[in-house]
Each structure stands twice: as structure tokens, then as C-alpha cells.
Nanobody, 115 residues
Framework: QVQPVESGGGLVQAGGSLRLSCAAS??????NTWYRRAPGKQRELVAT???????RYADSVKGRFTISRDNAKNTVYLQMNSLKPEDTAVYYC???????????WGQGTQVTVSS
């Protein structure tokens, strides 16, 4: 089983930026999506990357978040700018659809945005 390892979260003021990273043992090629779970809410898709020039974003993050990957470093990134308090959540990276055979959920990384 491949278990992603997310990092880069933290506490930031509204309007600030963070860059999340996702690594995994073995090939990370199939891991192409960031999800998040806010307190009391279901996990939702934030961004997914399908090629070097194609990505899809949740409406709530369009224009503020950018997903990218560096295959040489076996890492997927999520650059988050202009953060809002409503972006507060635990962020996870995984496949799309999520947790396909052979992939587990990681621990996630907590992002907290203060107003």
C-alpha cells in the first residue's frame, strides 16, 4: 500500500500563503489530487492535476490555489495564496478517485487561517 505523506501546513493570517507538499514511498505518479476536510464537513476535492498543463480546481479556490508536480522529486505541491479563514482544514493528497486499490489516506496536514 502506498501512503502519502503531506507536509507544509501551519497557522497563517488571512491573506497569507502556504505551500503544501505531498510525497510517498514508491511512485507518486498516480497521486494527483488534493482534498481537504474542514471541521464538521465532509472531505472535498480541492485540486487535481491531469497533465503538466491541465488542472481542475474547486470553485472556492480558483485563482488562489495552484497544483503542480515535480516527477523528478516525486512530489506534488499545492501553492495556496490569499488564504481565507474558510480554507481552514486538514489537507490530504491522494489519487482521483480517492484511495483506489493500493493507496491509503495519509495523516494530512493541518492548515489554519486566522482572521
Amino acid at each position: 500500500q502506498v501512503q502519502p505523506v503531506e507536509s507544509g501546513g501551519g497557522l497563517v493570517q488571512a491573506g497569507g500563503s502556504l505551500r503544501l507538499s505531498c510525497a510517498a514511498s514508491g511512485s507518486i505518479f498516480s497521486i494527483n489530487t488534493w482534498y481537504r476536510r474542514a471541521p464538521g464537513k465532509q472531505r472535498e476535492l480541492v485540486a487535481t492535476i491531469t497533465s503538466s498543463i491541465s488542472a481542475r480546481y474547486a470553485d472556492s479556490v480558483k485563482g488562489r490555489f495552484t497544483i503542480s508536480r515535480d516527477n523528478a522529486k516525486n512530489t506534488v505541491y499545492l501553492q495556496m495564496n490569499s488564504l481565507k479563514p474558510e480554507d481552514t482544514a486538514v489537507y490530504y493528497c491522494n489519487t482521483f478517485p480517492p484511495a483506489v486499490v493500493g493507496f491509503d489516506w495519509g495523516q494530512g496536514t493541518q492548515v489554519t487561517v486566522s482572521s
